[in-house]
């Protein structure tokens, strides 16, 4: 048989790409960075693209900023305006944005001087900085919504002198988003210390932004984003079997806690293989040999520290009729939509269903596959998430009349999704 491989470019990783911009904007040096490397604008992702307008606003003295349906820009924002106080300034987002909680982040930042107020509902966006932070005083935030919490926290903790602590408590899932910061801090020659205690996890930051030489593209170690790559997964699961997909400028060393995916892949049937251009994942059965080698016993995955790989890992799993135990995914409920829901919702029409095991206190998820069908037609809601737009084009080799609620929300990390999975021959 002729092996066939189709390249896929895949955009950079979008919890690199913003953190770095948080760190380009405290050196002040965002602007020449972004005129020094003009790629990143006009192909960046939508998230990006708004987390650069809110700086460059800020930078400007502007009084307001609008960050759509941006979780990760918001949170890291509204740190680092506080930090970086230049006069009020409100910060906005839609629906989706307006629906997830801030408060966390609005305490800690507000025991250090800052004062945060809530214009419509309390504990949500939108907020309005009225002042900034004073000084730093060592915090505790709790990470149990979010652990951008706390990246925003260590990210702004280099414009203050001296020794910084922040304490993270209830402390769940993420963690590897935590560590991703932190390496790149020290990465850049600040000196970090974390350890676990009996209080929760307590970090320690030493080093400020203004001792480090100006930040570079090289420094930051940008590389393209292993979430962005999870959506291939499934999508080789309905190409020929000795078809292989080259993810460009992966890397299996990927400081990205998604790097997890090329072992989660295992579980698809699928190989992940580096090369010198990127990652290359085949097919090493095909399904029902894979599907008998893995036996009886149900496999127990645990992915607390990988939530944006559950869509597209459940509908791969949906596609193979494998039924799996899911660990640790209580927190896709405060996405950009609650994505247990919208899974649920969606994976009806596949004859499977996705539901909490036995105590309903216990993060433990049974996804049963075992009636899995593939209708002649199937309307995906996708709650104008990219996750589930992207994660449930999959099934296009298998369904006749696939169609979408709306398709143009795969903007806000993967503008160019669409022209990539033409590439795999489903249109």
């Not at 899932?173 to 929760?200: A, C, F, K, M, N």
């Not at 899974?343 to 049963?368: F, I, K, P, R, Y």
Request: contains cysteine; hydrophobic residues 40%.
């Amino acid at each position: 048989m002729v092996k066939h491989m189709i390249s896929i470019e895949l955009p950079l990783s979008k919890s690199q790409l913003n953190r770095g911009l948080i760190v380009l904007a405290a050196q002040g040096n965002l602007k020449n960075w972004l005129s020094e490397n003009p790629d990143i604008t006009p192909k960046g992702c939508r998230d990006t693209r708004l987390l650069i307008e809110a700086l460059i606003k800020h930078i400007e003295g502007e009084d307001a900023a609008d960050f759509m349906d941006a979780g990760t820009p918001y949170r890291l924002f509204t740190a680092f305006a506080a930090a970086q106080f230049k006069r009020p300034m409100t910060l906005s987002g839609n629906r989706s944005l307006k629906s997830r909680k801030i408060s966390p982040l609005v305490e800690a930042l507000s025991a250090m001087g800052a004062k945060i107020t809530y214009p419509e509902i309390e504990g949500y966006p939108p907020i309005l900085i009225e002042t900034g932070i004073q000084q730093w005083t060592d915090v505790q935030v709790s990470v149990s919504i979010s652990s951008q919490f706390a990246s925003a926290l260590l990210l702004i903790a280099p414009l203050f002198p001296d020794t910084k602590r922040i304490i993270l408590t209830e402390i769940s899932h993420s963690q590897s988003y935590v560590d991703l910061t932190i390496q790149l801090l020290q990465s850049l020659g600040i000196d970090v210390i974390s350890t676990y205690g009996r209080e929760g996890r307590e970090i320690s930051i030493h080093g400020s932004y203004d001792k480090l030489n100006a930040v570079g593209r090289d420094q930051l170690a940008l590389e393209a984003d292993w979430s962005a790559a999870a959506f291939f997964f499934p999508l080789l699961l309905g190409l020929k079997k000795t078809d292989t997909l080259l993810l460009e400028g992966l890397s299996l060393n990927s400081r990205q806690g998604d790097r997890q995916l090329a072992t989660l892949g295992q579980l698809l049937g699928i190989e992940s293989i580096a090369d010198p251009s990127g990652v290359v994942i085949k097919r090493v059965a095909d399904l029902q040999d894979w599907q008998q080698n893995l036996g009886d016993e149900m496999p127990l995955v645990d992915l607390q520290n990988n939530p944006d790989l559950v869509p597209a890992l459940v509908v791969g799993w949906c596609i193979l009729g494998q039924s799996i135990m899911i660990q640790g995914i209580e927190n896709l409920r405060y996405k950009e939509c609650d994505r247990i829901a919208a899974l649920q919702q969606n994976l009806v029409g596949l004859g499977c269903t996705l539901e909490q095991w036995s105590d309903g206190d216990a993060d433990l998820w049974h996804l049963n596959a075992a009636h899995r069908q593939f209708p002649e037609a199937l309307h995906i809601d996708t709650k104008e998430d990219h996750r589930m737009a992207m994660a449930f084009s999959a099934l296009q080799p298998w369904i006749n009349t696939l169609t979408f609620s709306d398709t143009r929300c795969v903007e806000k990390s993967f503008p160019n999704y669409w022209e990539q999975w033409k590439k795999c021959t489903f249109e």
